[in-house]
């Protein structure tokens, strides 16, 4: 008599979580995508403030671009996401204004 106890959902090791692709949508952010983000919150808030009041616009744009974003077809994630979540964030300061 067998058993099968393994957990299909969980990686077999940790560097099988790792190295998940980074458009897959339940991929947590890379350091390209973070720096992005903050780049995009500093650029369009005022000040330090407005900019992480900003975060959670930005990261909700950004998980919308990866769900977007077709890796299979090629190109660059970040080159995709840049005007995506740029255009995400000024229409959310206009429908707040």
Do not use: N
Not at 8 to 18: E, I, K, N, R, T
Not at 54 to 69: C, G
């Amino acid at each position: 008599m067998t058993s099968d106890h393994s957990e299909p959902d969980a990686p077999a090791s940790p560097s099988d979580a790792d190295a998940r692709p980074s458009s897959e949508p339940d991929a947590e952010p890379g350091e390209e995508e973070l720096v992005l983000a903050v780049a995009i919150a500093q650029r369009y808030a005022p000040d330090r403030a407005g900019a992480e009041a900003l975060l959670p616009v930005v990261w909700a744009a950004l998980a919308a671009a990866r769900d977007r974003f077709d890796a299979v077809g090629g190109g660059d994630f970040l080159a995709f996401a840049a005007p995506a979540v740029a255009g995400e964030v000024r229409r959310h300061l206009r429908d707040t204004a």
